[in-house]
Every structure is written in C-alpha cells, then in structure tokens.
T-cell receptor, first 117, second 112 residues
Framework: NAGVTQTPKFRVLKTGQSMTLLCAQD?????MYWYRQDPGMGLRLIHY???????AKGEVPDGYNVSRLKKQNFLLGLESAAPSQTSVYFC????????????????FGAGSRLTVL | SQQGEEDPQALSIQEGENATMNCSYK?????LQWYRQNSGRGLVHLIL?????REKHSGRLRVTLDTSKKSSSLLITASRAADTASYFC????????????FGQGTTLQVKP
C-alpha cells in the first residue's frame, strides 16, 4: 500500500516551459487536493477534486490547471511556468467514508520541489 | 484569505517542557485538525476536534476548541527532541465542500 505518490520529486524549469505533476493514490479516496507550500505562507490550496471528472478552484488557482480523469490520479499542470511558481507542491487525498461526514482527514504525498528559473 | 492563522510562528523549548501552539480561524467550521510536518516531508494528521467538542486528548497531545472565539490550541506535554517539527491547523467550512484550509504553521524546536 503506497499511499499517495507524487512524481517527479524534483524538477527545474525555465520560465515559459510547461510541465505536469502527477499524484497517484491507491487508497480508493474520493477527494484529492493540490497545495503549494512557501516559506512563511503555510500551505495554500491550488485546486481540489471531490470525485472523478470534477475539479474546483482553491485559494491560488491562477497559472495552474488540473484534471481528474481517473479516480486514483490527480494531475497538476503548469502551462507557462513563472518564477513565482517556485515552490514545494503537495498532493493529498481523503480517507474513504470521511469526506461526506465532514471529517476530511488528509493523507499527504512526500512533495514535489519545483524551481522555475 | 487564510482560514487558519497560528501563533507563535516559532517556538523553542527544552526537552521535558510543554509546548502550546494557538490557531485562530475566521469562519464557522465543522471541525479543526492539527497536522505535523517533519523537515522535508509531507504533513501527517495528528488529531481532529469537531465543532461540538471543547477538548480532546491523544497521548501527549491535548487540543482545545473555542468556537465563540474561533480559536484552538495544541498542547504537547513532556516534549521530546523528536517532537521538533512544524505544526499546522486546518479547518473546513460549515458547508461540506471538501475544501480544507491550512494555517501558516508553528515551527517547534525541542532542545535535548
């Protein structure tokens, strides 16, 4: 049982390049999330999904797109990377059965460190 | 805007002392959670307290919730060097949209 797996773990991009971060979970979780973590800012929600085929905007969605074509995968895309998107990105998902009751306890991946030059 | 805000931002104590971290939030919630993050790792869930609860314990952790003040505190008793980490509170909104918002975190250093 791998939990939540993020790939890649590290990536360096040049301004204007595009890339996709992949999050995969093998726990049959309904809800999935993408956060970014910056020094002194805590975690900020980028986008989230409450089920296959659905996505919603979080606090800081601009510059990012997401897709949830399969229940186990949640992709975060940067179409034209900017230095302001240098950050550590975390994917998370919710244990089954708890999302609908309001107790959204997250399981996190190990993070993906992205540097945009 | 951030739902949860924590203070202090950083805390340094000696092993064996207690550590208290506070979290304030802005809107009504269903529950509040605390997470821990070791350096370079993802966050790990510690404890959840529901909006109709005032206090909850788990091992050396004690969480309180005051919905009238929109605040919560996390107390770690008899701290150990291994408790050195960042601690975050997280809240959902009253409407169960699945959205979970984190505070900025408190960095705790426990000196041996």
């Amino acid at each position: 049982n791998a939990g939540v797996t993020q790939t890649p773990k590290f990536r360096v991009l040049k301004t204007g390049q595009s890339m996709t971060l992949l999050c995969a979970q093998d726990m049959n979780h309904e809800y999935m999330y993408w956060y970014r973590q910056d020094p002194g800012m805590g975690l900020r929600l980028i986008h989230y999904s409450v089920g296959e085929g659905t996505t919603a905007k979080g606090e800081v969605p601009d510059g990012y797109n997401v897709s949830r074509l399969k229940k186990q995968n949640f992709l975060l895309g940067l179409e034209s990377a900017a230095p302001s998107q240098t950050s550590v990105y975390f994917c998370a998902s919710i244990r089954p059965g708890q999302g609908k009751t309001g107790a959204n306890v997250l399981t996190f991946g190990a993070g993906s460190r992205l540097t945009v030059l | 805007s951030q739902q949860g805000e924590e203070d202090p931002q950083a805390l340094s104590i000696q092993e064996g002392e207690n550590a208290t971290m506070n979290c304030s939030y802005k809107t009504s919630i269903n529950n509040l959670q605390w997470y821990r993050q070791n350096s370079g790792r993802g966050l790990v869930h510690l404890i959840l307290i529901r909006s109709n609860e005032r206090e909850k314990h788990s091992g050396r952790l004690r969480v309180t919730l005051d919905t009238s003040k929109k605040s919560s505190s996390l107390l770690i008793t008899a701290s150990r060097a291994a408790d050195t980490a960042s601690y975050f509170c997280a809240t959902d909104g009253r409407r169960n949209t699945g959205k979970l918002i984190f505070g900025q975190g408190t960095t705790l250093q426990v000196k041996p």
